[in-house]
Structure formats: C-alpha cells, structure tokens
C-alpha cells in the first residue's frame, strides 16, 4: 500500500496518516512514513521525537555546478537505514526537515536529498514489500510537482467548509491528470450524513470514506501524542481503520 494524504491545511492529514502507519504496522506490516510538510504534525501523530536537525542535511552535497545532489553511496535504502526516525511499533519516518527562524535556506540540501530519495524509491527492490504512508503539506503545490511519484493511492482529505472544498478538487484534478495513482476523496470532521452529502456536492464526486468530528483527535493534537495511542477507541480512530480495511479492498485485484 503506498498512501499519500493531500489536502488544505488544518484537515487532518496528518492524524490520519499517522494513524493510518501505526495500524499497518501492528498487522505486521513494514512500513515507512514519509513527511514532506514542514509542520511537525506527522511525528506527533505517530508518537516519534522530531529530530533537532534535519537528518538528510548530511546526505546531501553541491556538484561543481553548484546544484544538490545525493551524496556518493547515498540511494534510497541507505537514506532511510542512516536518516530515519523510529516511531511505534515499528514505523520508520523520513523527514524532509523543519525550518527554524532563519527559514527554508538552511534546510535546501535536506530539502533536495528528501526530493532525490522519494524519486528513487518506487525501483528499490528492498522496499517491493513495504507499505508507504506520505504526508504531504497544505495545497496542490507538492502534488504538482511530483512530490509523492511512490504513491497508488492519493487521499484528498476534505472538510465541510467551501475553501477545503475548492483545494481539495484543485488537488484532486492535478493528481488525476498525472494519471498514475486512484485519487479518493475523504471527508474529515464530519457531524452526520448531512455533512457528507455537502461535501459530495461541493466536490462533484461520492466520498470515499467519512471521518467523524471527535473530541478526542483534539484532545490529542493539545497533548501532543498520537490518536492511536490517546483513544484508540474513539470514533475517529475506528473509521480509519474502517477506511483502511476499504482501502485494502480497493486494492485487492478481483478474481
């Protein structure tokens, strides 16, 4: 299962992946998570420490033409052996890495390593058999130019709100002309049918899956650690893993 969550800021991306990761993992699956947002919310929501540095800054180096490039060894494999962070039970995250005050300069050869390795990925034989959930940050622009190529499957996280709407059928349409993935529409935050059903019209299409409004995603993301762990119970954390069993079955062949 490879898995990337677009949508507009403050949707829930990133609760939903990381839940998403940690359910896959503990059926006993390999999985890798990889964040391109510059927000920290992916490794919250896994329960990993965000590292201090970004770790594929000592993966990258200036060619004598003075553009980044991996640096001699350095292929997707041994980026994700030296530079991943460990999460819970088992997930490995792969950051592109947080600015500080001074801004994205500082982090540009992270930047581009992350940009190399994700690229690379799809041919490594070693990762053939590991599930790859990506969080990718707010808006169409990452999905435009071609920041997720691994993925099968593009989640286009939606909130009943109208400006949601607008960019999620912006990412939706982007995603869709690259024309290598399915592209599935998510509704979030939903307080009944009458939430869904608007959030279909605005879009134009039926909904995949419809996660619940629950105060304990909120109470979560206040405290810092992950849904899965805070209340793995709680509605919101039962309908992804409802949707991950949809998922499973989407990409099941038929017979």
Do not use: C
């Not at 300069?105 to 590991?130: C, E, Q, T």
């Not at 969080?135 to 920041?147: C, I, K, S, V, Y």
Request: proline content about 9%.
């Amino acid at each position: 299962m490879r898995v990337a969550v677009v949508g507009k800021g403050g949707a829930g991306k990133s609760v939903i992946a990381g839940t998403l990761a940690r359910l896959l993992a503990r059926r006993g699956r390999r999985v890798l998570a990889l964040d391109s947002d510059l927000m920290p919310g992916l490794a919250y929501s896994l329960g990993a420490d965000p590292p201090a540095m970004p770790p594929l800054l000592d993966a990258a180096e200036k060619g004598e033409d003075g553009r980044w490039r991996l640096k001699k060894g350095i292929g997707p494999v041994r980026a994700v052996r030296r530079y991943a962070t460990p999460a819970p039970d088992g997930v490995l995250l792969l950051q592109l890495g947080k600015p500080a005050a001074d801004g994205l300069p500082p982090i540009m050869g992270s930047l581009n390593a992350f940009y190399k390795v994700v690229h690379r990925i799809r041919g490594a034989d070693a990762f053939r058999d590991w599930d790859i959930v990506a969080d990718l940050p707010a808006g169409p622009r990452q999905t435009a130019f071609d920041w997720a190529p691994y993925a099968d499957v593009f989640l286009v996280v939606v909130e009943p709100m109208w400006k949601s709407a607008l960019t999620a059928r912006r990412v939706a349409r982007i995603a869709r002309a690259q024309g290598r993935a399915m592209v599935l529409p998510v509704a979030n935050k939903v307080t009944g049918g009458a939430d869904s059903q608007r959030v279909e019209e605005m879009l134009g299409e039926p909904l995949f899956a419809s996660l619940p409004a629950d105060e304990a995603v909120a109470e979560a993301d206040r405290l810092g650690v992950p849904l899965i762990d805070r209340a793995p119970s709680s509605p919101a954390a039962r309908a992804i893993e409802a949707m991950l069993e949809a998922l499973g079955r989407e990409q099941t062949p038929a017979r």
